[in-house]
Nanobody, 127 residues
Framework: QLQFVESGGGLVQPGGSLRLSCAAS????????VGWFRQAPGKEREGVSC????????HYADSVKGRFRISRDNAKNTAYLDLNSLKPEDTATYYC????????????????????WGKGTLVTVSS
């Protein structure tokens, strides 16, 4: 059974940090580009970050550049998103998704070309 499961969300104070994980099962994550997306209540989904299948390329949205870091461990079939210097406006449900490695990396951040999606993990930044 194919699964893509996020974990690591929670409540954190402004300025704090979290590590989100995304574990794949039923398929080899190394064959896929991974993207992280978020959606806040009442807002459209936003592409946060993408990483190529062998981690040679990464992309960050301007809103998170310098604060978030994407990584992956293909041996563990898991991808990660480190969230640092969190702000209240980072509050959202965060989703990971996977896109076949043969698709153009530049399309990852749009989110409309993904093959698999997780169900999301909620991050709340509040004092």
């Amino acid at each position: 059974q194919l699964q893509f499961v996020e974990s690591g969300g929670g409540l954190v104070q402004p300025g704090g940090s979290l590590r989100l994980s995304c574990a794949a099962s039923g398929f080899s994550l190394g064959d896929y580009i991974v993207g992280w997306f978020r959606q806040a209540p009442g807002k459209e989904r936003e592409g946060v970050s993408c990483i190529s299948n062998l981690a040679a390329a990464t992309h960050y949205a301007d809103s998170v550049k310098g604060r978030f870091r994407i990584s992956r461990d293909n041996a563990k079939n898991t991808a990660y998103l480190d969230l640092n210097s969190l702000k209240p406006e980072d509050t959202a449900t965060y989703y990971c998704a996977a896109m076949n490695k043969w698709k153009p990396f530049s399309t990852c951040v749009r989110g409309d070309n993904m093959n698999y999606w997780g169900k999301g993990t909620l991050v709340t930044v509040s004092s």
